[in-house]
């Protein structure tokens, strides 16, 4: 059996699309719709309430559009929210946490850093995650304003800059050897970031776990899409599309739609 049905993908704006283009690379044959709820954004400074109901209403829209499966590309939204998208709705989700797990393995200095929303640290789920790892020292930060500058195209900005070096800076000082990079928008921010940290710290996110555990779950529940036909992608935002073109270098199928 297979499926040539999409997998919807979303999240809180465009940074899910560094998601994206990892599960694209790993199953190039499968159909995506992108929804990217940048009228929304941030989610992390959001209630959970809020949270989850923004993530039942991306989910309804790829529902409706026909998709197979749900990844839900945002951090914030899978730590507040996936457990109800789990009891709400019958196909399978695929959710992102940050690479704890990795990081507190690798780290020789026993002492690792973690960037993410306020969302995503102050959710349970997070909370427990960090809690199973007391043989490390974990430092959390949250990003206050980065998503937002990321949804205005400002990458490289002089805002950017002094907002990472305010965050980082303390990180090294405590001699982190690892930084996991807990929301899906930041990894567009590794050149910023790279000149900020010493060569020695190595930068983790989830991207590729995501990739292979959506395929692994497409597998078992007999979903991989085995046409021939040339896969399509689609991407909609519900803003100004401007910025999602730049992120993904490309202006095909990617389209404004109010949901
Ligand atoms: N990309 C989302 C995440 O991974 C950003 C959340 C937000 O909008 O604050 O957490």
């Known amino acids: ?27 190039p044959n499968e159909n995506t719709i992108y929804l990217a709820d940048s009228k929304n954004a941030p989610y992390g400074q959001r209630t959970k309430e809020e949270i989850i109901a923004l993530s039942k209403k991306n989910t309804e829209e790829l529902i409706r559009q026909g998709c197979k499966m749900v990844v839900v590309a945002c951090n914030t939204a899978t730590t507040n929210a996936i457990k109800e998208l789990r009891s709400n709705y019958d196909i399978p989700f695929i959710g992102i946490e940050p690479a704890i797990k990795p990081a507190a393995n690798l780290s020789e200095t026993e002492t690792i850093g973690i960037l993410a929303t306020k969302g995503t640290i102050n959710s349970e789920l997070f909370n427990r995650a960090v809690e199973s790892f007391s043989n490390v020292k974990i430092i959390e930060q949250i990003g206050f304003g980065l998503v937002q500058l990321i949804e205005e195209g400002k990458m ?20 982190m050897d690892y930084l996991v990079l807990g929301c899906t928008h930041y990894p567009y921010l590794i050149p910023q970031i790279k000149k900020i940290i010493p060569d020695h710290i190595k930068i983790i996110d989830s991207g590729k776990a995501v990739a292979k555990q959506t395929k692994s779950i497409l597998q078992k529940n007999n979903l991989l899409n085995l046409s021939e036909e040339k896969s399509r992608q689609f991407f909609y935002t519900n803003s100004d599309s401007t910025v999602l073109k730049n992120i993904l270098g490309f202006t095909e199928n990617v389209a404004y739609k109010d949901f």
């Open 1 to 27: 059996m297979s499926s040539t049905k999409p997998i919807g993908i979303f999240d809180s704006g465009i940074g899910g699309t560094s998601i994206w283009k990892e599960i694209h690379t790993l199953l």
């Open 156 to 175: 490289e900005s002089q805002e950017m800059t002094t907002l990472l070096e305010e965050y980082l800076k303390p990180m090294v000082e405590a001699n």
